[in-house]
């Protein structure tokens, strides 16, 4: 039973679409992240979500829009693809302890903009 | 944030003891030590975390300077399952709980 998944896998789009990336967690954890690996493999985080409240922004451009239904999912939806949006999108959650819980991540969602 | 510095890169042969240093010479005292790795393709994992004492689990042990200024993961027995990019973070206790994510070190294991 995955901790923490994501749909889809590879997401492969032209510039200018709209897409969503959905995560899931069934660990029961109230807080909820996003993360962009970009192509020289560096780890950033874009957003933060605890128990359904936006937590962190972290200067992600507008087209970008989390979107919180409940504790347990944290969907992100990119709006208008640009070429530089292409990266591996990791979502991740914890169970906040003063922010110090390990988090578990998704395995990834590869998205490509051609 | 305070800052980390690892390796870029180590080796191991398998089988044998892998000592993965971190230095965070700004570390402040409510500044808890994480480890994390990331297997090719696949998600990072948490791996360890400690704030003052030396911490073992059943993945790895976590040896921390007696100044806080340093830290070193060490495998006691490296696979080639572990060859994966480690990651050292410093976690302030009352933060929001993000990561902030370095180069870390490529670890490659050979057989």
């Known amino acids: 039973d995955t901790a923490v998944s994501q749909t889809p896998k590879y997401l492969v789009t032209q510039m200018g679409n709209d897409k969503s990336i959905k995560c899931e967690q069934n660990?029961?954890?109230?807080?909820m992240y996003w993360y962009k690996q970009d192509s020289k493999k560096f780890l950033k985080i874009m957003f933060s979500?605890?128990?359904?409240?936006?937590?962190i922004n972290e200067t992600v451009p507008n087209r970008f829009s989390p979107k919180s239904p409940d504790k347990a999912h944290l969907n992100l939806h990119i709006n208008s693809l640009e070429l530089g949006d292409s990266a591996v999108y990791f979502c991740?959650?914890?169970?906040?302890?003063?922010?110090?819980?390990?988090?578990?991540f998704g395995q990834g969602t590869r998205l490509t903009v051609v | 944030d305070a800052k980390t510095t690892q390796p870029n890169s180590m080796e191991s042969n398998e089988e044998e003891p892998v000592h993965l240093p971190c230095n965070h010479s700004?570390?402040?005292?409510?500044?808890?030590i994480h480890w994390y790795r990331q297997l090719p393709s696949q998600g990072p994992e948490y791996v360890i975390h400690?704030?003052?004492s030396n911490v073992n689990n059943r993945m790895a042990s976590l040896a921390i300077a007696e100044d806080r200024k340093s830290s070193t993961l060490i495998l006691h027995r490296a696979t080639l399952r572990d060859a994966a990019v480690y990651y050292c973070?410093?976690?302030?206790?009352?933060?929001?709980?993000?990561?902030?994510f370095g180069q870390g070190t490529t670890l490659q294991v050979k057989p």
């Open positions: 991740a959650s914890s169970q906040w302890a003063n922010g110090l819980a390990e988090a578990f």
């Open positions: 660990l029961g954890h109230d807080t």
């Open positions: 979500y605890n128990n359904k409240e936006l937590i």
């Open positions: 700004t570390i402040s005292g409510t500044d808890y």
């Open positions: 400690g704030l003052t």
């Open positions: 973070i410093l976690c302030r206790s009352g933060n929001t709980g993000k990561l902030i």
